[in-house]
């Protein structure tokens, strides 16, 4: 009988464990608020309870437990070292705690490198051996997949493409930010609100109920759909730093796809067309962008879970993405 994998997702919001089989095909989820507030023991407890929940009969019959989490983290030593939006985690042993508990392997991923395996096992990376993901919402993580292994670095802190510093502002007095710092959410709406206090007219004003407040990437995305030109501004000067992050990302890795999912990226070709235009106009040679792919993520809210069970299929992103063709 084939082996079966757990998968956990631990969320500033929401915690989350599934069982999935050999194919990485979802048998059971269950999910639970994370209470963040509560501290680490707390959150701890829930996800030992719910992965329980989502346990076969025989222990033995799973082949490991998988667990995506925010970092940052080290997948090598199993400890998540402080993540900004779960309050108290510092030096977390969770590997240990967990194959303590349960006896089986444990493997502990980046969200943003667990969602690249996710998208390269059942999403839009299938067959590509060379790939990079990038995720735009609140903040912008990514996780890069090389010649089949997942790229993790010396202590597991690589691939963060959201903190590529660039130059705003020019000249001599320009400002040293991230790709981050301008184009996440967050980024998106401060942009549009500035532009509202200093006079710009646009329907977000309308849309936010005259608190400039409400505004946030998801509003702004709304309005852009509906043809709101500072709405379609912000996005597109969003889409042209993520583009030139991209750029970068191409010259260190020349993938064959790229990846963008997140809230953000849901705005679709509204934020992908500066990306695309951006990509092509600041590439150092098109021989970088021949057969190149971009493409929407596909696997939506699943994809921590989906690539939480790929990094047991991958013994922790350390052996060949052909593994997930397999059964193991």
């Known amino acids: 009988m084939a082996e079966e994998i757990i998968a956990v997702d631990i969320g500033g919001t929401q915690i989350r464990s599934a069982r999935f089989d050999s194919q990485l095909q979802l048998q059971q989820r269950e999910n639970t608020l994370t209470r963040s507030e509560l501290g680490p023991d707390y959150a701890i407890k829930r996800i030992i309870e719910y992965i329980y929940r989502v346990l076969p009969p025989e222990r033995a019959a799973i082949a490991g437990i998988g667990v995506s989490c925010p970092g940052p983290l080290n997948p090598k030593t199993g400890v998540v070292i402080a993540p900004p939006n779960l309050s108290g985690w510092r030096d977390v042993p969770l590997v240990e705690i967990l194959a303590a508990e349960f006896g089986r392997p444990v493997y ?9 395996l996710a998208e390269a096992a059942k999403g839009a990376a299938q067959g590509c051996r060379h790939i990079i993901y990038i995720t735009v919402s609140t903040g912008i993580g990514s996780g890069v997949i090389t010649d089949g292994k997942l790229v993790t670095g010396r202590s597991g802190l690589a691939a963060e493409l959201g903190h590529i510093p660039i130059i705003v502002g020019g000249g001599s007095g320009g400002k040293v930010s991230t790709v981050e710092l301008e184009a996440a959410g967050p980024a998106i709406a401060r942009r549009a609100r500035q532009a509202l206090e200093q006079g710009a007219s646009s329907s977000l004003q309308r849309l936010a109920g005259g608190d400039l407040e409400r505004i946030d990437a998801e509003l702004v995305g709304k309005a852009a759909a509906k043809g709101d030109r500072l709405a379609l501004d912000c996005l597109a000067y969003a889409g042209r730093i993520i ?32 990306i695309r235009r951006t990509m092509h106009s600041q590439v150092l040679s098109d021989i970088f962008t021949a057969g190149l792919r971009l493409e929407a993520a596909a696997l939506g809210d699943d994809v921590a879970l989906v690539g939480a069970a790929a990094l047991v299929a991958t013994r922790g992103g350390n052996i060949d993405i052909s593994a997930l063709d397999r059964r193991f």
Do not use: S, Y
């Not at 502990?108 to 690249?116: E, I, P, Q, R, T």
């Open 243 to 274: 583009g030139l992050g991209v750029v970068t990302a191409l010259h260190l890795f020349n993938p064959e796809v790229i990846v963008i999912g997140g809230g953000v990226a849901k705005t679709g070709e509204l934020l992908f067309a500066a």
């Open 108 to 116: 502990l991923g980046n969200d943003a490198n667990v969602a690249a």
